[in-house]
């Protein structure tokens, strides 16, 4: 039998027959894997998830014509997404303002895609329903209360009259209001309606903004920034600071404090370890002193010690991960309600962490150990 | 020429003399009991031939070298290769089956081989009993482990401190039969012990008062029981 055959039957010997014992500390590595797998995982994952509910709050970037003689349309703004990649896009909603009239009165109509802006303004709140057919609007709130609407009425949308376009028919379309559009803002100033329609009113035209929800850090939204500026040059793209400013700040609070926490583990973790092996190795105080007196020189002691530690924090260390992606996945479930990506990197960074960590707790308690006098420890003393 | 010699060896804690000016010599295949009462200097005598200690005055020529000025690590070495050490307590590894711990001695000496730990269970009666853990074990087959793992290695001297202490009557024949055995084996013995039945069957008794050599007596009734 070779000496490395002997030395891992000795180990495993040692970790199997004295389960009891090394169950204890396996459990405190465990335990500490199991927390630092898991916040990371969290931590690693909070973009995403925080990014998902950051969504909420609005659209987070704009295109609008890069100058006068720009062209924008859908499919400008559809080379925008492009660069971006469509699976970061959580939804886009073109704007076209024009004057219209209801009652004989200049309104200002927004044409867009009500089913996105569904996703871009998701605070909206809607009395009545969302418009989602032709010949359907909305309304603003403060335009309701001014021209005396009610959701349900058929109203009569005017087009520009002959004196306000020479090029255009005076068109009308009776069109049904199915919803109010509260927000507290800007948006009760306006009546919503598909681009169809809009187009039916005021003829084709271009368009003024298109809001995008992009579910993305600060840092990847000022990459989007410059690349669509440079390749698309008809777009100006522009950030929403006053919502990527927020996710930012919030993110890096939360990430700060996950990492702060994490490293508070690890201490804690390692802590542990060392009480709980060096608790291990004064027990074996006799089996110490009995394998010098058979002869064994002390790096042999500290192997055969270390050996077992770092079998203990490999083994603890896989457990952790697995329990740790539990641990992150009920979390992220608790409290983002959506599931957690598994990281398979983190399996043998846990891993590693897991057996560093023992190795540098097991080195005081192994050091000591090998100073035990072998005639000392065998006569009981 | 002598295996074992202690030239005026000491050995001084504070104003304490564990042993005092201690001149010994043992030969090669000798079989001796050291006896005397507790804090003679029994045990201090073996740490030192033991490699376990080193005395404060004095030479230890084992093999014809002097050890008594070695390091730590050089007598680790000495211990190893030289000496086979049998102790009261047993001391077995208690995760270890019996097989295993006569291995651990292989182990640290060479390299290890299953089969010749199996025979030196089998010589000492154990060869059953070679996969038990030493909780499996009666205190008389524990030390019967102890035996074949100090053989394991072929020492020069076996060094057995009170090998029968913990034993009842049965279990003690049973050792020093084995010390019989190894005596017609030529191999040289040293046994401590405060059992005058134990010092008797040994060829030779050496016994220690206060550090000092009392007497030194040859058994004439040795081998004739």
Known sequence: MTKRKMFFRMITASLVRRRSRMLVALLAIAVGATILSGLVTIYIDVPRQMGAE?????????FMAASNDAVFDMDAVDKGIDVIGSGKIVGVAPYRYETVRIHEQPIVAAGTDLS???TTSPYWMIDGEWADS???????RNIAESLNLHVGDLVNVMGPTEEDSEDQLNFGLDMKLTGIVETGGKEEDYIYMSMTDLET???????????LSVSATGDELAGYIDKIGSEVPDITPRLVKRVTQSESTVLGKLQALVFLVTVVVLVLTMICVATTMTAVVTERRKEIGLR???GASDSSIIKEFMGEGLLLGGAGGILGSVLGFLFAQYVSVRVFASSIRFQPLLLPVTILVSVLITGLACAVPIRNATSIDPALVLKGE | MSLLELKGISKIYGDLKALDNINLSVDNGEWVAIMGPSGSGKSTMMNIIGCMDKPSLGEVL???????????????????DKIGLIFQQFHLVNYLTAVENVMVAQYYHSLPDEKEALEALDRVGLLERAKHLPSQLSGGEQQRVCIARALINHPEIILADEPTGNLDEANENIVLDLFKQLHEEHTTLIVVTHDPEVAEV?????TLDHGRIKSDKINEMFGKS
């Open chain 1, 54 to 62: 950051f969504r909420n709050y609005g659209a987070n970037m704009i």
């Open chain 1, 292 to 294: 010098k007196a058979l």
């Open chain 1, 116 to 118: 996105q802006v569904m």
């Open chain 2, 202 to 206: 040994a060829q030779r008794t050496i």
């Open chain 1, 134 to 140: 032709d010949e359907q609007f909305m309304v603003g």
């Open chain 2, 62 to 80: 084992l093999d014809g070298v002097d050890i008594s000025k070695e390091s730590a690590k050089n007598l680790t070495e000495i211990r190893r």
């Open chain 1, 201 to 211: 009113l005021v003829g084709e035209g271009e368009l003024d903004v298109a809001e």
